[in-house]
């Protein structure tokens, strides 16, 4: 919740009230390196967080607005190589680990596209990666603030921790090809996607990162059923399809 005073706002944010303190840590150590909100004190009792109002826009309104610039590739891929090592062991859940969750619930609710699910599902196998990296673990287009073409904010760092080689790039990803059925804008997101594939490319093991995409795309595919959207069969599939194609994508590489 945002909270504007005479001259000054915060946002307000509530979380369980047993992982309040460690967040209120988090955004204290990683503010001195990262453009996070500044966390200016919490409430042990109720899991209420008061967090540093920010500037900007987000990476998704940019994409919306043709007459903003967007920040350049290497800046949003550079964004997660700052990320500095974890004071904690929190372990980011992995997307793959999720599938058999994830699988059942869109069975239950799509019955017509068991077939389809089961087969991505197999096509991505099993999880095979350690936690090994910093992660933000959340990493989206709306999670970047944006100025005038430049990186300014990274927001929900929740979830941060120790994550796969990949999570992070794939999260983006995912989010932003789904985003593009939905954007008034969708070449110049799909344009955004491609550009920041090619850059992981050189960093990451391509076929991994297009499966660790895929795992993604099927998770959120849970999405417009729980937000119960008009149309959320069609959408659902739509998702699904997305999935699919990155798991094409990822056998075309190897």
Do not use: C
């Not at 989010?175 to 110049?188: G, K, N, T, Y």
């Amino acid at each position: 919740m945002s909270v504007t005073g005479k001259d000054e706002g915060l946002y307000l944010k509530l979380v369980r009230p047993r992982k309040v303190e460690a967040l209120h840590a988090s955004h204290r150590w990683l503010a001195n390196t990262l453009p996070v909100p500044m966390s200016l004190g919490f409430d042990p009792d109720q899991g209420l967080i008061a967090l540093q109002s920010m500037p900007g826009t987000t990476l998704r309104g940019v994409l919306e607005d043709p007459s903003l610039e967007l920040p350049t590739a290497q800046e949003i891929v550079g964004m997660i190589g700052l990320l500095p090592t974890p004071e904690t062991d929190h372990v980011g859940a992995s997307p793959i680990a999720r599938l058999p969750e994830i699988a059942a619930l869109l069975v239950a609710i799509t019955p017509e596209l068991t077939d389809r699910i089961a087969s991505v599902v197999a096509g991505i196998g099993a999880e095979t990666s350690e936690p090994s990296t910093p992660s933000h673990g959340d990493y989206y287009e709306s999670q970047l603030l944006v100025d005038r073409g430049r990186l300014i904010g990274m927001l929900d760092i929740d979830t941060y921790g120790w994550g796969r080689p990949g999570d992070d790039a794939a999260t983006m990803l995912a989010h932003l090809a789904i985003w593009a059925d939905l954007s008034s804008r969708p070449e110049r997101v799909l344009d955004l996607g491609r550009r920041l594939l090619k850059m992981w490319d050189g960093i990451l093991d391509p076929v991994d990162l297009r499966v660790r995409t895929a795992a993604v795309a099927l998770s959120l595919a849970t999405g417009p059923f729980r937000v119960q959207s008009a149309g959320w069969p069609g959408e659902t599939a739509d998702r699904v399809a997305i999935a699919e194609r990155w798991l094409e994508s990822a056998a075309l590489v190897q």
